[in-house]
């Protein structure tokens, strides 16, 4: 498996961009690879080792292994070494129900409030409109595209909730959202033409008015990420 730095801190995609810092592309790097279990549990994360691998400094590998800490994916015993906790499916599946149940959320207040939001069928088109970028890339195979597309529209939705306490819980997995999605596309096969489909499920349960139709919308969209997780875990722990 090839995992790649982005040294510049940022990648152009048309006139989008993906902004990163280098200790956030690292810390992408080291999630994907224990996702992957190319860094099985206990496996020991050293500095100098990683420094000296991806030739950069200690400072953002020391940065980006803070991250893994604060995602529960390493843990630092009393001797110091760095170690790697273990992330299988029922893992995934516990980020999956915090997901489910911020975005559950986020879509109802978005409801809620649509009838008196003078912004919303502006809105709607917008994202909309960013779906069919999403199908475009997915068919043209760029991949870093559908990244980007899938990405902002789940961003799009926590922030036109508008809430507060619920965006900061969104933007406390967003590393780990970024290396999961980039994970599971990997592995997606023909399912990612699916993608398109999933989330404009999600739309029209909004602008419908319609919640069930709305969380059906994020459950279809949700077992296309368990579906490419499964398929990445038999690929890699049969290899």
């Not at 090839?2 to 992408?28: H, P, W």
């Not at 299988?88 to 009838?115: G, N, Q, V, W």
């Not at 559908?146 to 922030?159: A, G, I, P, R």
């Not at 809430?163 to 969104?170: D, G, H, K, Q």
């Amino acid at each position: 498996m090839k995992l790649t730095i982005c040294k510049r801190g940022y990648q152009q995609v048309q006139s989008k961009f993906i902004k990163t810092k280098l200790s956030d592309d690292v810390a992408n790097y080291l999630r994907k690879a224990i996702i992957e279990g190319v860094y099985p549990p206990e496996y020991h994360l050293n500095e100098p080792e990683l420094a000296r691998e991806l030739n950069i400094s200690r400072g953002p590998i020391r940065e980006a292994i803070s991250q893994l800490e604060a995602d529960g994916l390493v843990y630092r015993p009393g001797n110091g070494r760095t170690k790697v906790m273990k992330f299988d499916e029922s893992d995934f599946e516990d980020y999956l129900r915090l997901r489910t149940f911020l975005e559950s959320e986020a879509c109802k207040i978005i409801m809620k409030h649509a009838p008196y939001d003078a912004a919303f069928t502006s809105w709607m088109a917008a994202a909309k409109y960013d779906l069919e970028q999403l199908a475009i890339s997915i068919e043209s195979g760029i991949e870093i595209m559908s990244n980007q597309y899938d990405y902002s529209f789940h961003d799009n939705l926590m922030e036109k909730a508008g809430s507060v306490v619920l965006l900061r819980a969104w933007k406390s997995i967003s590393g780990f959202r970024r290396s999961i999605m980039e994970t599971n596309i990997k592995y997606a096969g023909s399912v990612k033409n699916n993608y398109f489909r999933d989330h404009m499920g999600i739309l029209e349960g909004i602008e419908s008015g319609d919640i069930a139709r709305m969380e059906q919308g994020l459950q279809t969209h949700y077992k296309s990420g368990r579906m490419n997780f499964h398929k990445m875990q038999e690929v890699t722990r049969s290899s």
